[in-house]
């Protein structure tokens, strides 16, 4: 039942960059884009035209001249950066989630996964690094089209070995009766997890457990209420994920006033430069900031875990 993993097709990211691959183009924290390398395309963008032939036989991590003199990166699609840049077909998880799934889940190398739905595939990713080299996650959609855009990106970010996506309705069907038993962790997405449930308890092994992941309280409720007579340890979590950004910013202090913002450490002066007063009159400095970023994601969804009863 376990697919074998090709050596060839692992996804090292020590190895160069060859023609085919796919990459991802960092221009700064909110600007990146997944591209194809292709001999012979370019890449145009506000730094200026970047050659695809000059990005071959580099290592991941470069950084790379236009005709310029801009610049930028070329990266590996890690799962971290997959979840920014991937085209969103549904909702996804983002990191903060998906960190917590996979702690709560147990999930370690060599791991059975089951997860329904696929989606925009963010979180199957990082659970496929997870279970890698020897694991798999069995992923699974009601939708063909979405189950087949999935299936084309785990192919080019070169996880596929690790991932098997098939088109089924969990809620109505069931899991597959193949992985009856076998199953470490389970993980569902769906509009009425409880629906899914029953088939959830047949699939784990002794000790497993299951992650439902609801963007609304009442589903939370009613998935509690169904877990109740075979799972144990139910516990429901809202992470919520705060960034704040530090940069430097100049100050103009006037008089003897050292003590820069509320907030700041001191300021660290610096010699005037013409037209700029001293000894008591307007000066410049520079200090180190912290604040919290202006457009913080909020409330994504709602994550229960349970653990299955042993009778």
Same mark, same amino acid.
């Given at each position: 039942?376990?697919?074998?993993?090709?050596?060839?097709?692992?996804?090292?990211?020590?190895?160069?960059?060859?023609?085919?691959?796919?990459?991802?183009?960092?221009?700064?924290?909110?600007?990146?884009?997944?591209?194809?390398? %292709?001999?012979?395309?370019?890449?145009?963008?506000?730094?200026?035209?970047?050659?695809?032939?000059?990005?071959?036989?580099?290592?991941?991590?470069?950084?790379?001249?236009?005709?310029?003199?801009?610049?930028?990166?070329?990266?590996?699609?890690?799962?971290?950066?997959?979840?920014?840049?991937?085209?969103?077909?549904?909702?996804?998880?983002?990191?903060?989630?998906?960190?917590?799934?996979?702690?709560?889940?147990?999930?370690?190398?060599?791991?059975?996964?089951?997860?329904?739905?696929?989606?925009?595939?963010?979180?199957?990713?990082?659970?496929?690094?997870?279970?890698?080299?020897?694991?798999?996650?069995?992923?699974?959609?009601?939708?063909?089209?979405?189950?087949?855009?999935?299936?084309?990106?785990?192919?080019?970010?070169?996880?596929?070995?690790?991932?098997?996506?098939?088109?089924?309705?969990?809620?109505?069907?069931?899991?597959?009766?193949?992985?009856?038993?076998?199953?470490?962790?389970?993980?569902?997405?769906?509009?009425?997890?409880?629906?899914?449930?029953?088939?959830?308890?047949?699939?784990?092994?002794?000790?497993?457990?299951? %992650?439902?992941?609801?963007? %609304?309280?009442?589903?939370?409720?009613?998935?509690?209420?169904?877990?109740?007579?075979?799972?144990?340890?139910?516990?429901?979590?809202?992470?919520?994920?705060?960034?704040?950004?530090?940069?430097?910013?100049?100050?103009?202090?006037?008089?003897?006033?050292?003590?820069?913002?509320?907030?700041?450490?001191?300021?660290?002066?610096?010699?005037?430069?013409?037209?700029?007063?001293?000894?008591?009159?307007?000066?410049?400095?520079?200090?180190?900031?912290?604040?919290?970023?202006?457009?913080?994601?909020?409330?994504?969804?709602?994550?229960?875990?349970?653990?299955?009863?042993?009778?």
């Amino acid at each position: 039942m376990m697919l074998p993993i090709d050596p060839a097709k692992k996804n090292s990211f020590q190895r160069r960059i060859s023609d085919g691959d796919l990459i991802i183009v960092y221009e700064r924290h909110d600007n990146m884009k997944a591209i194809k390398v %292709c001999q012979g395309s370019e890449l145009q963008n506000r730094f200026g035209i970047f050659k695809h032939s000059d990005w071959i036989g580099r290592s991941f991590g470069s950084k790379v001249l236009s005709n310029k003199g801009g610049f930028v990166y070329l990266l590996a699609p890690t799962p971290e950066l997959w979840t920014l840049v991937l085209s969103h077909r549904t909702q996804i998880l983002y990191i903060a989630d998906i960190s917590f799934v996979i702690s709560y889940l147990e999930i370690v190398p060599g791991c059975l996964v089951l997860e329904s739905g696929t989606g925009s595939g963010s979180l199957t990713t990082s659970l496929a690094r997870a279970v890698a080299p020897s694991g798999h996650v069995y992923t699974f959609d009601f939708h063909e089209q979405r189950a087949a855009s999935a299936r084309e990106d785990f192919e080019r970010i070169g996880l596929s070995s690790l991932i098997t996506v098939d088109v089924r309705d969990i809620q109505g069907e069931g899991f597959p009766a193949e992985y009856c038993g076998v199953a470490d962790s389970v993980f569902l997405d769906l509009p009425q997890p409880w629906l899914a449930i029953p088939s959830a308890v047949k699939m784990l092994k002794q000790d497993g457990v299951l %992650c439902s992941f609801s963007p %609304c309280i009442e589903q939370v409720q009613r998935s509690s209420e169904t877990m109740r007579s075979d799972f144990t340890d139910i516990r429901t979590f809202e992470v919520l994920l705060r960034t704040y950004e530090v940069r430097e910013e100049r100050m103009k202090l006037s008089g003897g006033d050292k003590s820069g913002s509320l907030g700041s450490r001191p300021c660290k002066r610096r010699q005037p430069s013409s037209g700029e007063a001293i000894d008591g009159r307007e000066t410049a400095c520079s200090s180190i900031m912290a604040r919290p970023c202006s457009e913080s994601r909020g409330h994504t969804g709602y994550l229960t875990f349970a653990r299955l009863k042993c009778f």
